[in-house]
């Protein structure tokens, strides 16, 4: 079964700094890969998404994400995080050989909690 | 705003009693997942309806049951509530559930807060 790993918990970066979130995953063939972002009390909104193609990815929100294949990691970056951007990341998993009509269920990470410092 | 609405938003409610969580998903989306989020176990796939059939079962306690019906809507009935029940659930929708692409581009309504007392 796939399975994913944010092995970051909490990030603290400076407002204006880069942000590079982990993700990465475990999985027989080329998954399909999300960032989900959920604002406090807020539900999960989709960043970004990876299905095949070009892997890097543009997302929402001024976000990009690299999809590599050798080291099975879908990183999720930003030149300049703002305040707004203080929030808990999830990177998320969909295993399309395996599904078979009911299978599509997404495999979430244990997220990353962004804080942003002025 | 996702376009999937979720009611009630928070519910509070004492253990061993019945609840029902309401989800409507985006227009045209025929697929509709429920999960659940808690500090413990973090974000679990419940169940998947398409079209108004079960389609999969993930970590969906027996205690735990859902049906969407034939103008989409989905609820999700949770019964003999204990303490651990007490999280966030999220429904999600999706165009369609033919594995393709259409079937894992989700879209998360707010929740509902479950608390048990």
């Known amino acids: 079964a796939q399975s994913v790993t944010q092995p970051d918990i909490h990030i603290t970066v400076s407002e204006g700094a880069s942000l590079e979130l982990r993700c990465n995953y475990s999985?027989?063939?080329?998954?399909?890969l999300f960032w989900y972002v959920q604002s406090p009390g807020q539900g999960l909104q989709l960043l970004l998404k990876?299905?095949?193609?070009?892997?890097l990815v543009q997302g929402i929100k001024g976000f990009e994400a690299e999809f590599k294949r050798s080291q099975s990691s879908f990183n999720l970056r930003k030149p300049s995080v703002h305040w707004s951007d203080a929030a808990e990341y999830f990177c998320?998993?969909?295993?399309?050989?395996?599904?078979?009509?009911?299978?599509?269920?997404?495999?979430f990470g244990t997220g990353t909690r962004l804080t942003i410092i002025p | 705003d996702s376009g999937v609405t979720q009611t009630p938003k928070h519910l509070i409610t004492a253990t061993g009693q019945r609840v029902t969580l309401r989800c409507s998903p985006r227009s045209g989306d025929l697929s509709v997942y429920w999960y659940q989020q808690s500090l413990d176990q973090g974000l679990q796939f419940l169940i998947h309806y398409y079209n108004g059939e079960e389609r999969a079962k993930g970590n969906i306690l027996e205690r735990f049951s859902a049906q969407q019906f034939p103008d989409l809507h989905s609820e999700l009935n949770l019964s003999s509530l204990e303490l651990g029940d007490s999280a966030l659930y999220f429904c999600a929708s999706s165009v369609d559930a033919s594995g393709g692409l259409g079937s894992y581009e989700q879209y998360f309504g707010p929740g509902t807060r479950l608390t048990v007392t």
């Open positions: 999985y027989g063939a080329t998954p399909y």
């Open positions: 990876y299905f095949s193609g070009d892997t």
């Open positions: 998320a998993v969909g295993a399309p050989e395996i599904s078979n009509f009911g299978n599509e269920k997404l495999t």
